[in-house]
Structures are given as C-alpha cells and as structure tokens.
C-alpha cells in the first residue's frame, strides 16, 4: 500500500506517513467504540484520535470540511494527506501492526469493494441508531449533541450553541422549521 493521500492542496506529497489524525464523531457509540479499539491496538505508526468537528479538530485543521468529517471518517496525514471514507479505514488498518497484511489486501482493487461495503454497513448502523434514537427515544431520552454545536432535546427540538459558548453566556438558537 502506498501510503499517501490527497493533502489540503489536492496534491500527492511524496512525504512518507509518520503519524495520523483520526476524526471521529465523539457522539457515535460505533465511533467511540472503535476510537477505544484503536487505543489499544499495537501500532506502528502513532495514531492521534480527535473528535471532528471540534475546537481541537477545527485549530489543527483549518482547511477541512469540517461537516464533512462528522458524517464520514476522516484521517489526516503528517504532510497534509486528507483520506476519507474507505481509504481512511485502510490507512488506519495500515498504521496498525496486526492489521497492516489486512490493509494492504483491502488496498487491491476487489479488497477496495470489500472496505467500500465495510464503511457502508456501519453508516448504514449509525443512520439507524439515529432512526432509532429520533422514532422511540432508544438512547435514553437524553440530549443528543454534536460536537458542530448542534443539540436535539426531545423536549426542545433542535438548538445551536456556537462554540466557545459552552460556559452558558451565550442564548442557544433554535433551529428555524425544526
């Protein structure tokens, strides 16, 4: 497996890969599940997990789509590379020492489909843990926040704190329509 991505500019740096930043959505439990997996996988090459959409994520990464991030993995190369979707969990594979054989057969154009497949039934398990959540309050009744700053409370419907507002002083907005 070639171990580069697209960078912030959309060219291949021939950098090799040194580190990767993993953005992950902090309010999925599939999410916060594998986050932990990763955390005590052996590594061979050190991986950093963020929470996407973030004050962390937004400050070290300026340039990303940063709505993009919580709806599709998004791993960030030391030289800039940007992976996204199935090349984000075969580069991840790859910086793991038991999974890097793994990787590198998702990384040939049938192992492709297969990691292809893979990201689909797991957006396809998040889309109905939220069906679930939003249809029969399934997760608990509590708030559901992302971290972009919006908020649904089964009471108060969708609401919006901007970030850096968290102490309370500002008035959180509510979604219009929603």
């Given at each position: ?41 052996p590594?061979?090459?050190p ?78 398990w ?17 708030v ?35």
């Open positions: 497996m070639n171990a580069t991505g697209r960078n912030t500019t959309g060219t291949n740096p021939p950098a090799p890969v040194r580190r990767l930043t993993v953005l992950y959505d902090a309010e999925c439990s599939l999410c916060a599940f594998v986050r932990d997996w990763l955390l005590r996988q590594k061979l090459v991986l950093e997990l963020v929470p996407a959409g973030s004050e962390e994520a937004r400050r070290r990464f300026p340039g990303l789509d940063h709505g993009a991030t919580l709806d599709e993995i998004t791993v960030v190369g030391d030289a800039g590379q940007v992976y996204r979707g199935p090349a984000a969990w075969i580069v991840t594979l790859w910086a793991l020492r038991e999974h890097r054989p793994l990787a590198h057969r998702l990384s040939t154009p049938s192992g492709a489909r297969l990691a292809k497949g893979a990201v689909l039934a797991a957006a396809k998040r889309g109905a843990q939220w069906n679930r959540w939003q249809g029969g309050g399934q997760w608990g009744g509590r559901y926040r992302r971290a972009d700053g919006w908020a649904y409370d089964p009471d108060l419907g969708w609401t919006y704190t901007a970030p850096g507002c968290a102490d309370g002083t500002c008035a959180p907005h509510r979604a219009p329509g929603r």
